[in-house]
T-cell receptor, first 112, second 110 residues
Framework: DAGITQSPRHKVTETGTPVTLRCHQT?????MYWYRQDPGHGLRLIHY???????DKGEVSDGYSVSRSKTEDFLLTLESATSSQTSVYFC???????????FGPGTRLTVL | GQQVMQIPQYQHVQEGEDFTTYCNSS?????IQWYKQRPGGHPVFLIQ?????EVKKQKRLTFQFGEAKKNSSLHITATQTTDVGTYFC??????????FGQGTRLTINP
């Protein structure tokens, strides 16, 4: 599992509240990713990081921000959660082999 | 931007039947990866194809990469209940990013 953990694993929150999801890795990988998974859409990239303090947007970045102050942690923040952000969020790292990605266990977020 | 379309979205088979999912990209891919996600789980990497026309096998699973490097397929021979899950293809978008297909959810009647 490439030593990836996500917290929390489940969260229920209300519209308008800020939410931060954490991804933690133990193997010093450079590239980290945040995806959301929704029925019929597969996995869509929100943001990714290519090093400490180096991040870039994915295809569905609106309403999300990220931070990476140290190699092992990649945080995803919803500044003001909306019901459309109800989803399962996966963190992933890029392996050092052939470029495959290893995923964390996911966080199920419900915004009421 | 680059799009990766995957069909079918759902497939239900009897155990022992074959299964195929297809992936098509709007642009030429440098490589394509396949992932499997069990119900309630996270995606797990299966394989990467890089060369035009490449065919790789993993036991009952056969992966193909098209000659034009714009399409790919995954074929499972004689499905078993352990094959249940959602299969995703993912095209290398460059800049260390992947674009995933919508996935094909496979269910099996034992």
């Amino acid at each position: 599992d490439a030593g990836i953990t996500q917290s929390p694993r489940h969260k229920v929150t209300e519209t308008g509240t800020p939410v931060t999801l954490r991804c933690h890795q133990t193997e010093n990988h450079r590239y980290m990713y945040w995806y959301r998974q929704d029925p019929g859409h597969g996995l869509r990239l929100i943001h990714y990081s290519y090093g400490v303090k180096d991040t870039d947007k994915g295809e569905v970045s609106d309403g999300y921000s990220v931070s990476r102050s140290k190699t092992e942690d990649f945080l995803l923040t919803l500044e003001s959660a909306t019901s459309s952000q109800t989803s399962v969020y996966f963190c992933a790292i890029k392996g050092t082999g052939t470029g495959e990605q290893f995923f964390g266990p996911g966080t199920r977020l419900t915004v009421l | 931007g680059q799009q990766v379309m995957q069909i079918p979205q759902y497939q239900h088979v009897q155990e022992g039947e074959d299964f195929t999912t297809y992936c098509n990209s709007s642009t030429t891919l440098s490589n394509i990866q396949w992932y499997k996600q069990r119900p309630g789980g996270h995606p797990v990497f299966l394989i990467q194809l890089v060369k035009s026309g490449e065919v790789k096998k993993q036991k009952r699973l056969t992966f193909q990469f098209g000659e034009a490097k714009k399409n790919s397929s995954l074929h499972i021979t004689a499905t078993q209940t352990t094959d249940v899950g959602t299969y995703f293809c993912a095209g290398d978008q460059g800049a260390q990013k992947l674009v995933f297909g919508q996935g094909t959810r496979l269910t099996i009647n034992p």
